[in-house]
Each structure stands twice: as structure tokens, then as C-alpha cells.
């Protein structure tokens, strides 16, 4: 039976979830020596903006079930509209550089979040281009060289962004919900840079759905996790403060059962890229989440 391998793509969209969980995240990883791959949200936390969002169906529904107020804080609620949009990695840029030395990956998420969430379509090309050069451009300067991954905001994609993602020379991008490792279309047009997908998924689309609690997550997780390939974005916001538990429970599972736990540039990294099946990318629904994400076809 092939190895169940999973690969662990962390997402940081928050000031709080940058300040507070990143660095338990790293605690705990280090004590269970593992390595994931980090995307960090580099400039301003304009979190108070994604209300807007309350017209999707689900917004008000997923708000509930995932204890919002809590997770998140009630500042950071609060961002962008009644108080000021703090910089996130300018609060303290110790962290992407605790997180890089201590061996694990880092990668671009964006520059502002909300705006690229749920503002992507409304963007000409060169906005966009802008955005992810001045996450670019702090990512260089801390770091000392350029980063070499990407992975939009709540898996937000279209062909201005793959296009602007083509011309970065990235070694690949994880933008999209799918199964497997592909290269992407989008009527019609080819895009060049390898996309891996998240596969599984995500603690804010199980928990309160279907009976899953914090005692049946890590259980149904797990029950969905195939022979091979499994990316699992978790949440600085979520899996990195109240629910620390749970990923340290999931780590402990993946240990005892023989689950390999990898970055996601170790999957980039074993794949000739130019080999890879090339899939349409779609827009559709998944259970639990408001609203449509990129979807490998």
C-alpha cells in the first residue's frame, strides 16, 4: 500500500494570527519535528473589511460554527474599518525569520488579504502584479533572497493572476481545491507554473457540520486522507491559538499511524513539472465555505 504522505500548508491572514499563533505553531512543531510550509499575509490586516462577505450564503452560518469573535479577537474585527489596518510582518519581522531558520518553508500569501479575496476580479493585471511584488519585495529584503512560492488568499484565482504568478518564475503555486498536482487552464489560456492543490478539507468547513466537534475532527481528517499525496491547510488563527490542541493531536495521529508529514516544496521538488496533467481550472462550491473557490477540474 502506498504511504500516506501530508503535506502542511499554513496560512496566516491575521495580525493576531502572525503575532500569537505563528509562534506557537513553531513551538510545537519543533517539539514534534516537523517541518510545513507557511504563507504569510505581509501588509496591512484589513480583517474589519471582510463583513462585506455577510451577504454569501454561509458567511453568517460559518461565522457561527467557528466562533468568529473568539478565534479571531474582537480587534481584529474591528481592522480596516473602526480602527486602523495594522501591518502585519512590519509588527515584528523576527517571525518570518524565526520560521525560515528554523528550517521550514515560506512562501507568499498575499500583501492584503481581504482586498485580494474579495476583490480579485475587480483588479486590472498591474494592481495585482503590485500586490504580490511589495509582498515580494519584504519577503527579499528579510530573507536575503526572492521567495520561490504562492498561495492565494481563500483560493481566489483567475487568469490575471496566473499570468502575473507565470512572470514571477515561481516554483509553484497552491491556489486551488483539487487532488493532485497539475498545471493549470483557464478558458483555454495555458498557464506554466505547477499548482498544488489543498485536498483536504479545512477545520472552519468540518467543525459544527455533520456532527464533527473538536472530538471527531482530527478522526474525520484523518478517515479522509488517501494512499499518497494529502495537503491539509490549517489557519494561524485558528489551529495556532484556540484549537492548538487539535493540530497537535492530528501531528500525533500522523505519527502513530505512519503518516509522513512534508513541506509543500518537498511534492514540487519530487515532479517534473512540464509533466504534469494539465486541468481546467473552475470556480464551484465546497461544504462548509461561503462563496466559490478555484477548483482543479
Known amino acids: 500500500m502506498t504511504q500516506r504522505v501530508l503535506a502542511l500548508k499554513i496560512d496566516v491572514d491575521t495580525l493576531r494570527g502572525y503575532r500569537e499563533g505563528v509562534p506557537r505553531m513553531l513551538d510545537l512543531f519543533a517539539r514534534r519535528k516537523v517541518k510545513a510550509s507557511f504563507f504569510f499575509s505581509f501588509g496591512p490586516d484589513n480583517s ?4 462585506r462577505r455577510i451577504f454569501r450564503p454561509g458567511f453568517l452560518a460559518k461565522m457561527g ?3 468568529a469573535v473568539s478565534t479571531y479577537g474582537f480587534r481584529t474585527l474591528l481592522y480596516g ?17 524565526r520560521a525560515d531558520g528554523e528550517g521550514h518553508e515560506c512562501g507568499i500569501h498575499a500583501w492584503d488579504h481581504v482586498k485580494w479575496q474579495d476583490e480579485l476580479d475587480r483588479l486590472g493585471e498591474e494592481t495585482i502584479e503590485a500586490q504580490l511584488l511589495n509582498a515580494w519585495d519584504l519577503f527579499e529584503r528579510l530573507l536575503g533572497r526572492p521567495p520561490r512560492c504562492c ?3 481563500g ?3 483567475n487568469a ?18 483539487g487532488r493532485g498536482l497539475f498545471l493549470p487552464s483557464i478558458g483555454g489560456e495555458a498557464f506554466r ?5 489543498t485536498t483536504l478539507p479545512t477545520m472552519d468547513e468540518l467543525l459544527g457540520r455533520e456532527g464533527v466537534d473538536d472530538d471527531g475532527f482530527n478522526d474525520r481528517l484523518l478517515k479522509a486522507m488517501g494512499p499518497g499525496l494529502n495537503v491539509h491547510t490549517v489557519h494561524a488563527e485558528m489551529e495556532g491559538l484556540r484549537q492548538l490542541h487539535l493540530l497537535d493531536g ?36 465546497l461544504p462548509g465555505r461561503a462563496g466559490t473557490v478555484a477548483i482543479q477540474g
Open 250 to 285: 492530528l501531528l500525533r495521529r500522523c505519527r502513530d499511524e505512519g503518516v509522513a508529514i512534508v513541506p509543500l516544496a518537498t511534492l514540487a521538488e519530487e515532479v517534473d513539472s512540464k509533466r504534469a496533467p494539465r486541468c481546467d481550472l473552475r470556480r464551484g462550491a
Open 155 to 157: 483560493w481566489q484565482v
Open 193 to 197: 507554473t505547477l499548482q498544488i492543490p
Open 48 to 51: 474589519g473589511k471582510a463583513i
Open 81 to 97: 474599518t473602526l480602527l486602523p489596518a495594522p501591518l502585519i510582518v512590519d509588527s515584528d519581522p523576527d517571525i518570518v525569520v
Open 151 to 153: 498561495a492565494a488568499p
Open 160 to 177: 490575471k493572476s496566473l499570468r502575473v504568478q507565470d512572470r514571477m518564475g515561481l516554483d509553484y503555486c497552491s491556489d486551488a481545491r
Open 65 to 67: 460554527r467557528t466562533k
